[in-house]
């Protein structure tokens, strides 16, 4: 596996922190990175304009993807105008895992 640093490109946020994603040796192309880094951040691949190797390489291709090492950073560059949108935090009715019932519990 390759593992590699991903993070959304949003320069308003205070903490914008990496996540680190794997990728199988075998099927490193360009969509494959695009597919699992869209998957780990919740974004849309339609969404994203160019995935950046920081500090400024932008990848086009399976080629500049084969080329990359072990704890690489990069940056998903996002093409929707309102960038708040895909950062909604969820309600916490819309979270898994959440139970009304026990939300409505009185002592």
Do not use: W
């Amino acid at each position: 596996e390759l593992v590699l640093k991903v993070r959304i490109q949003n320069p308003n946020l205070r903490e914008n922190d990496f996540i680190e994603i794997e990728l199988d040796r075998q099927e490193l192309t360009y969509k494959e990175l695009l597919r699992v880094s869209c998957r780990e951040l919740g974004v849309k691949p339609e969404h994203v304009q160019k995935i950046r190797k920081l500090p400024n390489t932008m990848l086009r291709k399976d080629k500049d993807v084969a080329r990359l090492q072990d704890f690489q950073e990069l940056e998903l560059v996002l093409t929707v105008s309102d960038k708040n949108l895909l950062f909604r935090v969820p309600t916490l009715s819309e979270q898994s895992g959440y139970n009304k019932k026990a939300s409505e519990l009185t002592y």
